[in-house]
T-cell receptor
């Protein structure tokens, strides 16, 4: 079993839809949870960063962490064609330099 | 201003050759990383350096050798290139340890023929 599981998609949604992206994990030591967006032929860029459990909102993006279920989510409201990209979740235990990434979910928002 | 830069952007080479990829960050970060992203977009850590010291060395063939001449630079040298080395290699940096935001470079697309 991989430490971090993520559905690779692709996920196609119409413009304006609410998108839900998810990751599950097995390592209860993970404390830091991140979502990255990666456009084709570019490096990943950080979208959201959460420590431990809870919600965090930034504009159209909301990140949720449920440590009891070992489950994290990223919601995108009012999705736009420019949101079309691969979304990677990443996690890290406290005090280490090791980040574990999910395989990424490819999202396509149709105009 | 480019935060994390890598050269070259594209690298096409024959099997058996030796090649290097260079990375520089101007963010003043203490920690730098090399990741390999395969064709299925899976991003896997290879190495991490903190203040020029190797702190993570994942299960990577010893044909791969990182070198950090100073905190702002982390280079990757690959000997005897194999077909399976074809991938996109990303450099990243962060301030100190886990939980700190990583900033990624644009990637180096390596193709081994």
């Amino acid at each position: 079993q991989k430490e971090v599981e993520q559905d690779p998609g692709p996920l196609s949604v119409p413009e304006g839809a609410i998108v839900s992206l998810n990751c599950t994990y097995s390592n209860s030591a993970f404390q830091y949870f991140m979502w990255y967006r990666q456009y084709s032929r570019k490096g990943p860029e950080l979208l959201m960063y959460t420590y431990s459990s809870g919600n965090k909102e930034d504009g159209r993006f909301t990140a949720q962490v449920d440590k009891s279920s070992k489950y994290i989510s990223l919601f995108i409201r009012d999705s736009q064609p420019s949101d079309s990209a691969t979304y990677l979740c990443a996690m890290s235990p406290s005090g280490t330099y090791k980040y574990i990434f999910g395989t990424g979910t490819r999202l396509k928002v149709l105009a | 201003d480019t935060a994390v830069s890598q050269t070259p952007k594209y690298l096409v080479t024959q099997m058996g050759n030796d090649k290097s990829i260079k990375c520089e960050q101007n963010l003043g970060h203490d920690t730098m990383y090399w990741y390999k992203q395969d064709s299925k977009k899976f991003l896997k850590i290879m190495f991490s350096y903190n203040n020029k010291e190797l702190i993570i060395n994942e299960t990577v063939p010893n044909r791969f050798s990182p070198k950090s001449p100073d905190k702002a630079h982390l280079n990757l040298h690959i000997n005897s290139l194999e077909l399976g080395d074809s991938a996109v290699y990303f450099c990243a940096s962060s301030q100190a340890s886990g939980g700190n935001t990583q900033y990624f470079g644009p990637g180096t697309r390596l193709t081994v023929l």
